[in-house]
Structure formats: structure tokens, C-alpha cells
């Protein structure tokens, strides 16, 4: 059987960070480079590669994204079968989301990173662009949208959060699980995820600033009631539990879902935003007849990378929920 032909595009992070004379590790290596160390990888894929930026995960842009979308779209539509795309983990899920949204086709993209350095004992890099590779190549991971395969697991990307600042288990989909693994050099596809609308319309080359404000206990709302004169073309809120926050700030919530959407995602991280349940003020029924937005299943750091790409994309506000619908 011909090998899959897979393109590997990298960004930077810690699987490319090398030890540098002022200290600490920083981004040197390209896709090339890392190939070049991965036993097996010539035996899983042709493979194919391009190294746009070379960054730690925390300095790449929403533009940079949508620039690597484009680029994604342009070569898959050949006759690449796959694509991996290599990155820090640090905005892994963020990045995986964007191009989740941004990626037209069924062909499998996969987003994939390292906890340890290349230069370190035990380093996963090599481990996880093979795994990366495989699943980028195999039939089952057609139309499952954009996946993350770290530590031989593979999540989708509306799904997966970092969990941990050190563990090379650090990735989790703690809603519904990972779709499934790698093991003996195959994609085991376990759940089939339904996939969420793709933006496939021109993004305006503006930025669309959304903050992200998490609710802590007795917050008195002056950074809410400040947002939109700060610049801010939307906000996103990570309420307490189903969506909620204190009384004092439902009228702030008003004010400015009258000025700017306003989304409305928990701070819990996992579950969905309740509609229907708590009456009081604060509560997510009283937020919602005010003018928020439900996040639905998606935690705040997605949401607010979806209401900045709808700003961009010019969606009519009425059609938003449809993007944060459960799929
Ligand atoms: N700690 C990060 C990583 O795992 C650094 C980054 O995100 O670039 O790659």
C-alpha cells in the first residue's frame, strides 16, 4: 500500500527547544530537524515539511493561526493526506480549536507538542510526532475535525485542556474522554465526534479583541463594567458553576451585552452552561434574558477564540449560537 504523503508544519515550542548559553531552552529546531530523530517515522509517511515561525506556544497570534489555516487548506486540497502541526503545549488547545474552525475537508490534521525538551532524558517529542504522523495518515481519523495526539492519546480539539504543568499526561478531554489511542504503530478510533460548523468565509484582517474575565468570589464587576471602554469588541465571562456570578454585577452584564456580545462559559472548565435551572439574579437564566450568549460545551479560553473569529468573519449576531451549539 502506498505511504500516506503528510506534512509537517512547525511553530516552535518545547519539542524544538534546545539549550541556549544565556540559560534555559529556548525554540532552534525546524520539522526537518525533528524528522530527522524520530525512529519509524520514514516507515509511517512521506514525509514533507515546513517551519513558518519558530516561538514559544505563549507568542503565537490569532493571525499566525489563520495564516497556518490557509496554508493548511491550500496544501490539503493537493495531494498531501494529512498534516501534523508541531507546537507548544502551553496553547495546544487553542490552537488545535482555531484551525478546528478554520480547516475545511475531511483530511485528519493533528496538533502535537512535547512536555520535555529534545535535549532531555525520556524526551516524548519523538514519541508524539509518530504518533502524530499515524494518525495524520490513517483512514479512521478522516472527518473527525482538527486532533491533539500527545502521550499516544488522541483528543479532539473542542474537547482537550492542558491539565498539568509538568506530566507528559498532561492532556485531557474530561468531558467525554479521548477518541482513542495509538498502539502498535495504528489509530485506534474509539468515539466519532460529530464535527462543529466550519467559518469558511474572508476574517477580517482587523483583530477583534474579546477578553476573558473568570469570576472569582466577591468580585465587585469594575473590570466588567470597564471593558467596553477599554477597546474590547466582545467579552467572554467564565462564571461560577453552570454560569453564574455575583447579583451586584447582572446589571453590569446588561449594560454591556448591550454594547458588545457577551458569552457566557464556567470557570468549572467541564459541563455545560445551564439555560434553564437557577432563578436568581446572577444566575444563568437572569444572564441570559439579559443578553448573553450560552458558551454551551466549550470552556472560556475557546469561546473566546470563536467570538473572535465570528467578529472577524462578520456573522450576524443572531447566528452565533449556532457556532456554540453542541455539534
Ligand atoms: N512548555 C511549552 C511546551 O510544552 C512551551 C511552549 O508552549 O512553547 O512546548
New binding site residues.
Given amino acids: 500500500m502506498a505511504q500516506p504523503r503528510i506534512l509537517l508544519l512547525s511553530l ?4 524544538t527547544m534546545t539549550h541556549s548559553a544565556e540559560g534555559g531552552i529556548v525554540p532552534t529546531l525546524t520539522a526537518a530537524d525533528l524528522a530527522a530523530t524520530v525512529p519509524g517515522l520514514d516507515a509511517a509517511a512521506e514525509i514533507e515539511t515546513l517551519s513558518p515561525l519558530r516561538r ?3 507568542g503565537l497570534t490569532l493571525d499566525d493561526l489563520i495564516g497556518v489555516a490557509a496554508t493548511l487548506n491550500r496544501r490539503l486540497a493537493g495531494d498531501l493526506d494529512g498534516a501534523v502541526v508541531i507546537q ?4 495546544i488547545e487553542e490552537t488545535a480549536f482555531v484551525l478546528d474552525c478554520l480547516v475545511t475537508g475531511d483530511k485528519p490534521v493533528v496538533v502535537t ?3 520535555r525538551g529534545p535535549e532531555s532524558a525520556g524526551a516524548d517529542g519523538p514519541g508524539n510526532l509518530l504518533a502524530a504522523t499515524i494518525v495524520a495518515g490513517s483512514a479512521g481519523a478522516h472527518g473527525l475535525g482538527v486532533l491533539t495526539v500527545l502521550n499516544d492519546e488522541i483528543h479532539a480539539a473542542r474537547l482537550v485542556q492542558k491539565a498539568h504543568t509538568a506530566l507528559t499526561s498532561a492532556f485531557r478531554s474530561p468531558l467525554a474522554g479521548p477518541v482513542g489511542l495509538v498502539a502498535e504503530g495504528e489509530a485506534r478510533i474509539v468515539l466519532r465526534p460529530n464535527r462543529a460548523p466550519v467559518l469558511t468565509g474572508p476574517l477580517a484582517p482587523e483583530a477583534a479583541p474579546v477578553a476573558l474575565l473568570r469570576m472569582g468570589l466577591g468580585d465587585d464587576g469594575r473590570l466588567l463594567a470597564a471593558l467596553p471602554d477599554l477597546g474590547f469588541a466582545g467579552c467572554v465571562i467564565e462564571g461560577m458553576g453552570a454560569g453564574h456570578v455575583p447579583e451586584p454585577l447582572a446589571e453590569i452584564v446588561s449594560a454591556i451585552a448591550g454594547r458588545m456580545p457577551v458569552v457566557l462559559a464556567s470557570r468549572a472548565q467541564t459541563g455545560p452552561v445551564f439555560c434553564r435551572t437557577y432563578g436568581y439574579p446572577g444566575g444563568e437564566i437572569d444572564l441570559l434574558r439579559r443578553g448573553a450568549l450560552s458558551a454551551g460545551l466549550l470552556s472560556g479560553l475557546k469561546a473566546r477564540l470563536l467570538l473572535q473569529l465570528l467578529l472577524r468573519a462578520g456573522i450576524a449576531r443572531p447566528d452565533y449560537a449556532a457556532f456554540f451549539a453542541d455539534p
Fill in positions: 516552535g515550542g518545547t519539542i514559544p506556544s505563549a507548544g503545549t502551553d496553547t507538542g512535547a512536555m
